[in-house]
């Protein structure tokens, strides 16, 4: 992989965890209601990317209720969190998401996951946890 793209991948994972932590500050140190600042944030970031979104035409409230779901939604319970949790506690949880995705996906959908793609999937999220629990 070219070096441009490891100090890419670097940046986002820089610039994600800052947002954690901004997200701790906010909910804890500044008193901002969590549900309030995940609205705020996603109304923002409507705001910030509404020269791009294309309208989903008859179904638009199907969209806007899956987005408002995952997005508003998942942000609002990582900011309760953070009212008790610490940033890096936090960031684990979220992270075991995809792992879990998987395997809810065999249990409940049967899919069948192969050698190479549980490989993938599993091994990089364990080295990453390994490396948490150590620190």
């Known amino acids: 992989m070219p070096v441009r ?5 670097v940046l986002l ?3 994600w965890a800052g947002n954690v932590i901004v997200s701790r500050i ?5 008193a901002i209601p ?8 996603t109304l923002i970031l409507v705001a910030a990317l509404f020269p791009w979104l294309k ?7 199907r969209v806007a209720l899956v987005t408002t779901s995952v997005s508003g939604g998942g942000f609002a319970l990582l900011f309760v969190g953070l009212q008790d949790a ?4 936090s960031a684990i949880v979220q992270l075991s998401g995809a792992p879990m995705t998987v395997l809810l996906a065999i249990a409940i ?3 069948r996951v192969r050698w190479r793609r549980g490989i993938g999937e599993d091994e990089w999220q364990h ?3 390994l490396r948490a629990i150590r620190s």
């Open 5 to 9: 793209d490891v100090a890419l991948l």
């Open 13 to 15: 994972c820089v610039i």
């Open 26 to 30: 906010v909910v804890t140190d500044m």
């Open 34 to 41: 969590p549900l309030f600042y995940a609205a705020m944030r």
């Open 55 to 61: 309208w989903p035409g008859k179904d638009w409230w």
């Open 86 to 89: 610490t940033p890096s506690s």
């Open 109 to 111: 959908l049967k899919e």
């Open 127 to 129: 080295v990453g946890r």
